[in-house]
Nanobody, 129 residues
Framework: QVQLVESGGGLVQAGASLRLSCAASGRTFSRHVMGWFRQAPGKEREFVAT????????YYADSVKGRFTISRDNAKNTVYLQMNSLKPEDTAVYYC??????????????????????WGQGTQVTVSS
């Protein structure tokens, strides 16, 4: 089992940048596909980005493609989300998630909530216009 703790959220103006971090506990981090999701008020949680075990493959939601970058440092048990050119519509609680290593390895990209087994508590990102 892995525990996830997000950090780095905050209040910024439109056009600014933020980098979210997600620190994972445990010794199996490098075997987990990792993802970022977000949930805006009154909306369902939605997929943002995902990254493979080694970090060589990434996939993004259309709404963030070209602005957000997901990366990971397996030596530090940490996954990141670099968010540039932020927009007011990016305002949401951002969640880090880990997919259990026991899931079929050929499923890629993992974009659904139910494809992830472990979740952090979330970090608030607010973008003012």
């Amino acid at each position: 089992q892995v525990q996830l703790v997000e950090s780095g959220g905050g209040l910024v103006q439109a056009g600014a940048s933020l980098r979210l971090s997600c620190a994972a506990s445990g010794r199996t981090f490098s075997r987990h596909v990792m993802g970022w999701f977000r949930q805006a008020p009154g909306k369902e949680r939605e997929f943002v980005a995902t990254i493979s075990w080694t970090g060589t493959s990434t996939y993004y939601a259309d709404s963030v493609k070209g602005r957000f970058t997901i990366s990971r440092d397996n030596a530090k048990n940490t996954v990141y989300l670099q968010m540039n050119s932020l927009k007011p519509e990016d305002t949401a609680v951002y969640y880090c998630a880990a997919s259990d290593p026991g899931r079929p390895t050929l499923v890629w990209p993992r974009r659904l909530n139910e494809e992830y087994d472990y979740w952090g508590q979330g970090t608030q990102v607010t973008v003012s216009s």
